[in-house]
Every structure is written in structure tokens, then in C-alpha cells.
């Protein structure tokens, strides 16, 4: 059973959230808050949460720092941010603070379904958009810092591999780019993850953005 906070001030919009979580017979709406304090204070109350939905924009304490302050506390649960088109802004702060996901709060019954079993299972959930806009964003705004690939000692090949994905394209665009298997572009998506410690794609991205790889 996947245990769930959901964290929104609006109620309109926990109730659809809640609606569509609690038709699954393997998810549970634990818990619900309306700003970044009172969810905190469930987390603390309930070790057993695994997922929590939270927005970025609430009132008396907003997802950004509610997701940071999860850090201090055991067993946390993992964040899914669910955001707005025009909360991209907050987003790559969002990623430096932990969120495991984002979806787009008009995603579908059954986007945000999978999402939530997605990052129970200890996987990164991006709406395509979300990561466009990111991506976007540091393209426009300049890479903060500048970084040397050698030290995470990639491939020839694994290099080929992140710049694409810092060119924003998917498995199925890569493996028709370079002319591989989708299996064989698997093994060197979840090598680049790991030698470069990127939680998820997104931030395997920017790293390609900084490193000067992706346009």
C-alpha cells in the first residue's frame, strides 16, 4: 500500500487529488494539509507516508521550503511536485531541495496515478513540459557555474548520451539518433546517473548544460 500527502491550499483541488488517488486499491490518502506547515507537521506524525504531492506555491510556509526542511526529518517521504506551467521559475530550486517528480497540475487521472507509484518506487517522475521549461530557463539565464565532465570518467559513448539528454530528447530519440537498442540507450541513461549523481534526467541536463555539451 502507497501511503500519500497531499499538500495544496486549494481545496478544490486536494479533493480531486484525494478523489482520484483513493479509486486505487493500492494507494491511501494519509494525510492533507493546506499550507507547508501543517504538511510537515503529518509527516511528522506519520513515518509510514511514501509519497507527498505538494505544490509550490502555498501560504504560511510554500512547497519549496517544505521540501527542504523535509531533509531534517527521518524516513521522509519522497516529494512530487505538482506544479503550474508558470511555476517554472521555482522549479530548479525545487530540485536542488530534493523533489524526486513534477507533474503539471492539468495532468491527466491517470499521469498522476502513475507518477505516485513512479516515485514510490524510488524513480524520478518529469512532466515533458516542466522539463522543457527548465531546461529553457537555464539556457536563457546562463549555466551559474561551469563543469568539467572528467572527473565522472563518461564514455565516448555515455558523453554522446548526455549531451541528447541536455538536447531535452527522450530514450526513443536517442536510440533513433545514435542508431541503438532502446535497451542498450537504458544501460547508458542509468551509467550517467550514476557516475555524474544525478537524481533524475533533469538534473543530468543541466549538467549537460553546464558543461557546455547541450545547446
Known amino acids: 500500500m ?62 519549496l521550503q517544505a521540501t527542504r526542511e523535509l531533509a531534517t526529518i527521518p524516513h521522509a517521504p519522497a516529494v512530487l511536485v505538482v506544479t503550474t506551467f508558470d511555476d517554472d521559475a521555482y522549479v530548479l ?24 507509484r513512479t516515485v514510490a518506487a524510488g524513480e524520478a517522475v518529469l512532466s515533458a513540459e516542466v522539463t522543457g521549461a527548465v531546461l529553457d530557463r537555464v539556457r536563457t539565464t546562463g549555466p551559474a557555474t561551469r563543469v568539467e565532465l572528467a572527473a565522472y570518467q563518461l564514455t565516448a559513448r555515455e558523453t554522446d548520451v548526455l549531451a541528447l539528454i541536455g538536447a531535452g530528447l527522450n530514450n526513443n530519440e536517442i536510440a533513433e539518433r545514435l542508431y541503438l537498442s532502446m535497451s542498450t540507450v537504458k544501460t ?28
Open 93 to 116: 530550486d525545487a530540485i536542488a531541495a530534493g523533489a524526486r517528480g513534477f507533474l503539471l497540475k492539468r495532468s491527466s487521472a491517470r499521469d498522476l496515478i502513475a507518477a505516485v
Open 188 to 215: 547508458h541513461v542509468t551509467n550517467v546517473l550514476a557516475k555524474t549523481g544525478s537524481r533524475d534526467r533533469v538534473r543530468a541536463a543541466i549538467l549537460a548544460i553546464q558543461a557546455g555539451l547541450a545547446p
Open 2 to 63: 502507497i501511503r500519500v500527502a497531499i499538500a495544496d491550499d486549494q481545496e478544490l483541488v486536494r479533493d480531486g487529488f484525494s478523489l482520484i488517488l483513493r479509486s486505487q486499491p493500492d494507494i491511501q490518502v494519509a494525510a492533507e494539509a493546506a499550507d507547508g506547515r501543517q504538511f510537515l507537521d503529518a509527516v511528522r506524525r506519520d513515518s509510514r507516508i511514501d509519497v507527498a504531492l505538494v505544490d509550490i506555491r502555498m501560504p504560511v510556509l510554500d512547497g
